[in-house]
């Protein structure tokens, strides 16, 4: 990959089955999880990002996770339920939710949050 970008690869199409996470480069899948198994890719622009989820309430703190796209389902990252502020970008809007998918209680909003999100 060339840039700062993430990819998830997963074994199986529509982003199920076993899947690895690359934020570099690989000359050889076949030493990972699902070898030259792969059927569908997730791809994502750590920077710029357009927010950061961090890992830790208390300023911006501990694992971070940046993103310049909708990510459906977080713990496909290895970042599932680890969210507790957010910094979003100046001019854009972030929708919340607490559950994959976009179910359970969701917000909306354009202002970084340095509170607990839990």
């Known amino acids: 990959m060339v840039g ?4 998830v690869l997963y074994e199986d199409d529509d982003y199920g089955g076993i899947f690895t ?7 050889d899948l076949f030493d990972n999880a699902i070898g030259y198994s792969t059927s569908s890719i997730r791809v994502r622009r750590t920077s710029p990002s357009l927010f950061t989820l961090y890992g830790l309430g208390d300023c911006y703190n501990g694992p971070s996770f940046d993103s310049d796209r909708t990510v459906f389902d977080l713990s ?19 929708i919340l939710c607490e559950h994959a ?4 209680i969701c917000g909306r909003t354009s202002q970084s949050n340095l509170t607990s999100m839990r």
């Open 4 to 7: 700062q970008w993430s990819t």
């Open 21 to 27: 996470v690359f934020n570099g480069s690989d000359p």
């Open 76 to 94: 496909h990252w290895d970042f599932n339920d680890d969210a507790e502020s957010i910094v979003i970008q100046s001019g854009y809007e972030v």
């Open 101 to 104: 998918n976009f179910y359970g």
